[in-house]
């Protein structure tokens, strides 16, 4: 910039909003002004109006004005339908004999492989690097995946990776694809009769709620939110995340033999498996962040700060989320096949076969039962703790299931 100016003059240089507090305060510093980044549907100032007048930050809240502020999906100020939400309709688990359509894959051309041979990986078909690319990909969600998108978004299966999901995180976090186009072109397929209202407001949702969401947050809470760590976590970063072949958890094992493949897993895989482990744990924030920030392909500060630290590991005490997303081992066998084939059982608590989630959920609630106990949206849970009758076995194996995850043997 001072040589620009150097040979250019003081002239003022403008720049959309960068994607972190980092490179924002490097770039104010030099003197540049800023303008709304198109990536996004919400200004910052009014998103921080928006939160200014909330108790607490709730999704569904911010979702349905922006439904209105947008003019999406509504008759005046009422939902088309009669409903905000269809979450009632789109939690099924994965179905059985079920075909999914074929996956949209993406040839490699020489720049491709030249970039790949300098960073030192075989490049695979998943993603596409052009403008073109990101359009096919969205020409195949809209004709193959809309409209299955609502019902099985929660559910995740060993027989298909990717599911109904549109695969278009990076596209849409690197400017390959607006927000504005992808959510016109669904809403398009729900004039034209193509796709159900479950699904179109489920995938609506996704973009124009949870994104703006997670971006207006990240900017709201400010540069210190990332080294929140409200929980006082402290374990180190257990060897399964980097290596699969360190843990018998057949989840695990299969979820982060995915992210090595191609750099992806879906919300429920991240969520509930990958940040739940790290809570149950105790995993240090940080530490699990850095690790998320590196081998996800739609990673980015704005998105990854608040979906980790807020609603992964709860390391805010709830500034985000009112309760942490931790649960045991029947929620993963409810929504997903990864349990009959595994080492462990997900009805069992203790003893050698116990699920570790299942294990750890219990030993989680119990460690920071004083904490929850004043949650009202916990109480309920760690009241549970009252109604276990082999708590001290429980704790015993927790302490074995802990260590044995250190040593890469459980
Ligand atoms: C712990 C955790 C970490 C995550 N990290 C990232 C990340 O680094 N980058 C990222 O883009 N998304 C992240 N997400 C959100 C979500 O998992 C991904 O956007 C999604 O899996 C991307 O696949 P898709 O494009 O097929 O999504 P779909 O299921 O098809 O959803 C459509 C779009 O909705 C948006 N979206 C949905 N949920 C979120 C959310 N919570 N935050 C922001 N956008 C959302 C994405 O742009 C996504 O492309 C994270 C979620 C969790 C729980
Ligand atoms: S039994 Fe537990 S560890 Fe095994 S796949 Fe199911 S949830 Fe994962």
Request: glycine share 6%.
């Amino acid at each position: 910039m001072e040589k620009a100016q150097a040979e250019y003059g003081k002239l003022p240089v403008y720049c959309a909003e960068p994607s972190s507090h980092t490179q924002f305060g490097q770039l104010k510093k030099l003197g540049v002004e800023f303008v709304d980044n198109d990536f996004f549907l919400t200004p910052r100032a009014l998103f921080t109006s928006w939160a200014e007048s909330q108790k607490s930050f709730v999704m569904e809240n911010f979702y349905r004005a922006q439904r209105i502020r947008l003019n999406i999906l509504v008759e005046g100020n009422k939902p088309v339908q009669g409903r905000w939400n269809f979450d009632a309709e789109n939690r099924l688990p994965p179905p059985k004999n079920y075909t999914w359509p074929k996956r949209l894959t993406h040839a490699r051309d020489e720049i491709d492989k030249q970039v790949a041979k300098e960073l030192g990986y075989e490049p695979t078909d998943s993603w596409a690097t052009t403008r073109a690319g990101a359009l096919k990909q969205l020409k195949n969600f809209l004709d193959n995946h809309l409209a299955g998108f609502g019902p099985y978004e929660d559910a995740v299966t060993l027989d298909e990776w990717s599911l109904h999901h549109s695969l278009l995180s990076p596209y849409l976090n690197n400017g390959l694809l607006t927000a504005d186009e992808v959510i016109s072109a669904a809403i398009k397929r729900y004039d034209q009769d193509l796709a159900p209202i479950e699904s179109v407001e489920a995938f609506i949702r996704q973009i124009i709620g949870w994104r703006e969401y997670v971006n207006g947050m990240y900017w709201f809470l400010g540069p210190d939110y990332r080294d929140n760590n409200q929980l006082n976590a402290t374990r180190k970063l257990l060897p399964l995340f980097s290596d699969p072949t360190k843990t018998q958890m057949n989840c695990i094992k299969e979820t982060v033999t995915d992210i090595q493949s191609r750099a992806w897993v879906h919300h429920i895989p991240r969520l509930m498996l990958l940040s739940n482990l790290a809570l149950i744990t105790g995993a240090n924030p940080q530490a699990f962040l850095d690790w998320m920030r590196e081998v996800f392909i739609d990673a980015s500060e704005w998105v990854m700060v608040p979906n980790v630290i807020g609603m992964g590991v709860h390391a805010d005490g709830g500034q985000m989320m009112t309760k942490p997303y931790a649960a045991g081992g029947a929620y993963i066998s409810r929504m997903s096949n990864y349990c009959k084939p595994c080492a462990y059982n997900p009805k069992l608590r203790t003893g050698e076969t116990a699920c570790p989630f299942t294990t750890l959920y219990w030993d989680f609630l119990d460690r920071h039962k004083e904490t929850f106990a004043k949650n009202h949206r916990m109480s309920q849970q760690v009241f549970g703790l009252n109604r276990l009758s082999d708590l001290p076995e429980l704790r015993e194996r927790a302490q074995e299931v802990l260590s044995g995850l250190e040593k890469g043997r459980i």
